[in-house]
């Protein structure tokens, strides 16, 4: 089966230049979240969903990010303009009410983007 | 709000046994997580503790002491490919209840 697919892998783009990152989840998994990862900070939840719905964007930094998911297929994560603080792997992962019960996330590969 | 600590590094020898240990600080704790992380990959689930006590799957096993607010990962007869950096992450109501708060993460370095 396919796990979770992240694109694009890396992107390096330039300060004030807008940044999509796409996310396709497990089939069948109702809930997606998007997650960065830094040195500094870690891995940070951004926002999640559940059944489409965003549940929880208290972890969105600022206005600048924002992420929808259109269908039970897709997510977006979007960054505009961008900074290079944003500089980051960006990871989404998705889970069955089932699993999210009990801890377990499966995430994708991630997107490093690097914002110069 | 959450707050994880866990050791940023543990050093251990190849077929040796290691614990690497994770307090907390939550409102409304529902379990403890445990993932692993190689350098430029994803992380990927190890265990999951609600209960007090001890959870074993195969060379690897969780403990969790609600009482505490502590847990550890238990990697026993060590092997090269378990270098990895290991998150301990909490379920609680500040991750909205479904998302998952990490700890910054142990790297684990085994020497043969």
């Known amino acids: 089966d396919a796990g979770v697919i992240q694109s694009p892998r890396h992107e390096v783009t330039e300060m004030g230049q807008e940044v999509t990152l796409r996310c396709k989840p497990i089939?069948?998994?109702?809930?997606l979240f998007w997650y960065r990862q830094t040195m500094m900070r870690g891995l940070e939840l951004l926002i999640y969903f559940n059944n489409n719905v965003p549940i929880d964007d208290s972890g969105m930094p600022e206005d600048r990010f924002s992420a929808k998911m259109p269908n039970a297929s897709f997510s977006t994560l979007k960054i505009q303009p961008s900074e290079p603080r944003d500089s980051a792997v960006y990871f989404c992962?998705?889970?069955?009410?089932?699993?999210?019960?009990?801890?377990?996330?499966?995430f994708g590969e991630g997107s490093r983007l690097t914002v110069l | 709000g959450q707050s994880l600590e866990q050791p940023s590094e543990v050093t251990a020898v190849e077929g040796a046994i290691v614990q690497i240990n994770c307090t907390y600080q939550t409102s409304g704790f529902y379990g403890l997580s445990w993932y692993q992380q190689h350098d430029g990959g994803a992380p990927t689930f190890l265990s999951y503790n609600a209960l007090d006590g001890l959870e074993e799957t195969g060379r690897f096993s969780s403990f969790l002491s609600r009482s505490d607010s502590y847990g550890y990962l238990l990697l026993q007869e060590l092997q090269m490919k378990d270098s990895a950096s290991y998150f301990c992450a909490v379920r609680d109501r500040g991750g909205g209840a479904d998302g998952l708060t990490f700890g910054k993460g142990t790297h684990l370095i085994i020497q043969p």
């Open positions: 992962a998705s889970s069955p009410t089932q699993s999210v019960g009990t801890g377990e996330l499966f």
């Open positions: 089939s069948g998994h109702d809930y």
